[in-house]
């Protein structure tokens, strides 16, 4: 066979991205943070890392050395998931090697053959990939529309179905910081004797009481299995998947992303559990997240700009182009601030996304939008 061409396909795809402005690639970082999901400024914390020294020096490995079902399983883990289950109010706590895994592992597993996913539209993309790799319907919903939500579990009954619905859902969107709507989806997801699967991803850390989240009313219940980011305002990295007890032990038998995969490091674990003291006792962290907020909706209104409610500020510029180039422009001013483009949103919706973190201060804020003034202009 011949190697002629051998990757003409994947250059014809890369040329074509690059003409859409679509070409990715990787850079370091750029400036003062205003790109990352290091809400809490936890990634550099000293505490946890003087945890994770201890935890060394006391004789914790670094590797897990197997799968949690051989000899991967360590106390560390052991003892964040039972940390985690009381935090959040579960039943029990999975850890998972990553936000993407959580997601998939929990949707090409619990959802059986003759169930429906119910899919927010705008939903991480591994929920996507994990409830189309997995064996049950899937539908999308529109956006945050609860009553599509419910018309969609309707339809499929009409049709014959008779499986058990999964909503699934993001508590806080991570390109456009909207909230969904918690209490709506609870109820339908009783009406309908349904699940409801929340990803927290955004909102673990930051919001609820002792910032355990959006859904932190709703974990607990039967039909609530809810993922927890641990590479976000927890300043490391890992996910907590929690549910009732006969679910999480499904998981461990059934779950091949949980069988199959070398387990995350205990020294993570350690610092995991580290982080979720840190949020519950220095409750001044969110706080401060907060006023910048705030800081950050005014200066976006004094633009022409909508605010957000959360720490995801996204500013729609529609042309791909255009985001890249205002991206690049505030980066050279020092601001990391990064473009978004299709596919990661809908086509038409390039964007900036401003993510607030405690690395910066209200001055850094406020300087960033005086320069976004500018080049908003400079580039229109």
Not at 30 to 38: E, I, R, W, Y
Not at 39 to 60: D, F, I, P
Request: proline share 4%.
């Amino acid at each position: 066979m011949s190697l002629q061409g051998l990757f003409d396909r994947y250059e014809a795809t890369l040329n074509g991205l690059a003409r859409k402005s679509r070409l990715r690639k990787l850079s370091s970082h750029l400036g003062l943070d205003f790109a990352s999901n290091d809400y809490l400024g936890l990634a550099r914390s000293k505490r946890m890392a003087e945890a994770v020294g201890a935890a060394l020096a006391a004789g914790t490995p670094i590797g897990a050395t197997g799968s949690r079902l051989l000899r991967g399983n360590a106390p560390e883990h052991e003892a964040l998931e039972a940390k985690a289950a009381d935090f959040f109010g579960a039943e029990r706590a999975l850890f998972f090697g990553g936000g993407y895994v959580g997601n998939f592992a929990v949707l090409t597993t619990l959802p059986q053959n003759g169930d429906l996913i119910v899919l927010d539209e705008l939903v991480h993309a591994s929920a996507h990939e994990g409830a189309r790799a997995g064996r049950a319907d899937v539908v999308e919903a529109a956006h945050n529309d609860a009553g599509a939500v419910d018309d969609a579990i309707i339809a499929w009954r009409v049709m014959g179905g008779t499986g058990r619905p999964w909503i699934v859902v993001e508590s806080l969107y991570s390109m456009d910081g909207d909230r969904a709507p918690l209490r709506e989806l609870i109820e339908i997801a009783d009406r309908h004797e349904a699940f409801l699967f929340v990803d927290e991803a955004h909102a673990t850390g930051i919001y609820g009481p002792v910032g355990c989240g959006l859904a932190h009313g709703l974990e607990g219940r039967d039909n609530v299995v809810v993922l927890h980011t641990c590479g976000k305002a927890l300043g490391a990295s890992g996910a907590l998947v929690t549910a009732p007890a006969v679910l999480c032990d499904y998981l461990v038998n059934r779950c091949r992303p949980f069988i199959y995969a070398t387990a995350p490091s205990p020294l993570m674990a350690v610092a995991v559990a580290t982080a979720l003291d840190i949020v519950a006792q220095e409750p001044e962290r969110r706080e401060r997240l907060a006023g910048l907020v705030v800081l950050a909706g005014k200066r976006a209104e004094e633009l022409g700009l909508p605010a957000s409610s959360s720490q995801i500020l996204p500013i729609i510029v529609g042309d791909n182009a255009r985001a890249m180039a205002l991206a690049e422009a505030l980066q050279s001013r020092g601001f990391d601030v990064r473009g978004i483009r299709p596919p990661t949103v809908p086509e038409g919706t390039a964007r900036l996304r401003i993510s607030l973190t405690l690395n910066v201060g209200e001055d850094d804020v406020s300087a960033l939008f005086d320069a976004l003034a500018e080049e908003w202009e400079r580039t229109r």
